[in-house]
């Protein structure tokens, strides 16, 4: 049963046999605009090979520039948004083209800067694309928390994770985007547990209208609620998690 749930709840792409060297923390190096950024970090998990969670260190002089940049951003508008380089967060993610993948790298691209106003929120904030070891990637924040198909992302009752899913997805319908690869895999809760968080965006509808775009997402956020039950009868058959969940949960904790 769990085998066959897998295959619902997680990318199935050929990436995931990868080298296990990928997942062992290593060096990651890349430029970025005016600035090489040099991080350490090592791929998400065995089912996304190409993200890599990286955590940026910056030496004597990177902390330097950053003060200078941060100053000039006080005085002068637009050198946030002109030099993005040297306001990042600690936390990023460097998510590489998968081989042979170029439309849906395209597409994710774009996508985001469609998502601009919510970046931050409900996506990640996109920063920039660049080259990794001669690979195109690129570079998003960290938002943390835990995707849905996980153990550590059954944190909610259906019944309260069904709103912030509805929202999250409403959000992104009225602005003219659906998600077109419905796992659970793409859905985070956040840390917080009061909102759900959208990534991977390779794959897309756009160009519907209005009614047309809310009646597949309301159909798409009924499909993910049935993964969602799914997996937690699995998760609380095999002892993984005790329900009921929710509050009394992290008061526990």
């Not at 409900?122 to 924040?141: K, R, W």
């Amino acid at each position: 049963m769990e085998d066959e749930a897998a295959s619902v709840y997680t990318d199935d792409s050929e990436d995931r046999l990868a080298s296990p060297a990928v997942f062992a923390p290593h060096v990651v190096s890349f430029r970025l605009g005016t600035r090489t950024i040099r991080a350490v970090g090592a791929a998400s998990d065995d089912r996304h090979p190409n993200v890599l969670r990286v955590r940026v260190c910056n030496s004597i002089l990177d902390r330097v520039v950053q003060g200078l940049f941060r100053l000039a951003s006080t005085l002068v508008p637009g050198v946030r948004s002109a030099f993005p380089e040297w306001f990042l967060p600690r936390n990023l993610v460097l998510k590489r083209k998968k081989n042979g993948w170029d439309e849906e790298f395209e597409t994710e691209r774009e996508t985001y800067q469609k998502l601009r106003p919510v970046q931050g929120y409900i996506v990640p904030t996109f920063y920039s694309q660049v080259e990794h070891d001669g690979i195109p990637a690129i570079v998003l924040s960290d938002v943390g928390g835990a995707c849905l198909a996980e153990p550590a992302g059954a944190v909610l009752e259906p019944e309260a994770l069904q709103p912030l899913l509805h929202l999250s997805q409403s959000i992104l319908a009225d602005l003219g985007i659906l998600h077109d690869d419905v796992k659970l895999d793409h859905f985070r809760i956040a840390d917080s547990r009061d909102k759900v968080i959208v990534v991977d965006f390779e794959r897309v509808v756009t160009g519907l209208s209005r009614e047309h775009m809310r009646f597949l997402m309301n159909s798409s956020t009924k499909r993910l609620m049935e993964y969602y039950k799914d997996n937690l009868q699995c998760l609380e058959a095999d002892g993984t998690i005790r329900r009921p969940l929710g509050e009394h949960v992290r008061a526990a904790e």
